[in-house]
């Protein structure tokens, strides 16, 4: 079996998918963090594809960092002024080949993730 990535995002304060939020996702070893590339959530709060597809899968250690300020200002849960929560990181692990999935469920004031299928 071969691995990948996948991730969405629900708004838990609306109730429902949060759709046009940006995601970056980078590698780290040691130190260093690579840049792998950047999609944004579509209707249903997912993105198109495997943020990480097979073809590119290695084990290792990722960070998947939300773009909520972004998401909360343009849904109108942001406000004005100095957000709470702007860019949501997420660090971990992949030890071997297999579907990991890392969702958010994002509040304006909150969040939680967990590995899902």
């Given at each position: 079996?071969?691995?990948?990535?996948?991730?969405?995002?629900?708004?838990?304060?609306?109730?429902?998918?949060?759709?046009?939020?940006?995601?970056?996702?980078?590698?780290?070893?040691?130190?260093?963090?690579?840049?792998?590339?950047?999609?944004?959530?579509?209707?249903?709060?997912?993105?198109?594809?495997?943020?990480?597809?097979?073809?590119?899968f290695e084990t290792g250690v990722y960070e998947l960092v939300f773009h909520?300020?972004?998401?909360?200002?343009?849904?109108?849960?942001?406000?004005?002024?100095?957000?709470?929560?702007?860019?949501v990181p997420i660090r971990f692990g992949m030890a071997e080949a297999s579907?990991?999935?890392?969702?958010?469920?994002?509040?304006?004031?909150?969040?939680?993730?967990?590995?899902?299928?």
């Amino acid at each position: 079996m071969a691995g990948y990535l996948t991730t969405h995002v629900l708004d838990t304060a609306l109730g429902k998918p949060a759709a046009g939020l940006e995601i970056e996702l980078y590698r780290i070893e040691g130190e260093a963090r690579e840049f792998l590339g950047r999609r944004i959530t579509n209707a249903d709060g997912r993105t198109d594809g495997p943020i990480l597809p097979e073809a590119e899968f290695e084990t290792g250690v990722y960070e998947l960092v939300f773009h909520a300020g972004g998401y909360l200002r343009a849904s109108g849960q942001g406000g004005d002024g100095v957000l709470f929560l702007d860019r949501v990181p997420i660090r971990f692990g992949m030890a071997e080949a297999s579907h990991f999935h890392v969702p958010l469920l994002l509040s304006p004031f909150g969040y939680s993730t967990y590995r899902g299928s």
